[in-house]
């Protein structure tokens, strides 16, 4: 009767989610079908035809097909949905190492834990220890593992994160101390996806512009928090690194920032056949300072027309 119980387990996590999401009527459907396949005397599995499940009481057609879905694939695609997963993996606790799709599912199973937040909170309370196949050694590993999501290999489209960026800009040039704000990295750059959102602040009080960012309602899981950087991720679970400089520095900051990195190495090869140093501090002969306000300045002491983000790459024009 091992699928009587689990499936009915399914259910009733069915009938919670839809329950949060205020649909009346079918979390009672969802709970009384769980009742009865709590209470049948054999296992569902011995019902080969759907008519024959329908005819139980409390289980119509759509419940007997989820059932059956179960039973072909040990899944139920509607409550994968209802938790917003993929493959039943939630997507971001994949990312944390040390927990494959197994433990991940035990997890979400057993303690409710769908996003790295829900496990580093999971883990910091002491509640995975307790679970089968869970050591104290392995829940503080992966406790110091959620906070090293960092080398994450997911991208998202870049339709999907303008919203989340416009966002984002608005907010933090409102923090009191920001005198300008942009976002650089590959975003800048018009590419079709990211992997993370980069943003520029100019400030002269990077310690409190920093402790004010990190408290906007949208940051959530900060994982780097200093007065020169600032990495979050969002709710959506994409990264943000924030980086705070002078305002003397802001162009050649945010020419390195929104790279390509190629871009990066070209400029610096032209820097360098001319005995000078480009970084992400400005560009430099010897100690004395040839640009770095404005990218534009940076471009023009090279002898190179200024180039559009999205031209960025490692060939100069
Ligand atoms: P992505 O996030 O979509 O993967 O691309 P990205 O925005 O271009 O890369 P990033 O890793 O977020 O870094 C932002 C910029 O920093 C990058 O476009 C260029 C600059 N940069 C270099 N060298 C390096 C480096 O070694 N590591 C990193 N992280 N950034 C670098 O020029
Ligand atoms: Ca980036
Ligand atoms: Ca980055």
Redesign the pocket.
Known sequence: MENNARIAVLLRQIAALLEEQGVDFKPTAYRRAAKVLDELKRDVSSFKELKELEGLPGIGESIAKKIQEYLKTKRIAALDKLLGMQGGIPPTLMEVEGLGPKRARQLQMALGIQTVADLARAAGQGKLKGLPGFSETMQAKLLANTKRVSERTR?FPREELKDDVATLLKKIRSVSGVERCEV????R?E?E????I?VLVVTRSAKNVSDAIALLPFVRDVVAHGDKKLSFDLKSGIRV?IRLVKRDQWGAALL??????EH?IALRKRAIQRGWKLNEYGLFEGEKIIASREEEDIYKALELPYTEPRQRTDILS
């Open positions: 991208r650089a990295g590959s975003f750059r590419k996806t990211v992997g993370d980069d690194d390195y920032f929104t790279g390509s990195k990066n």
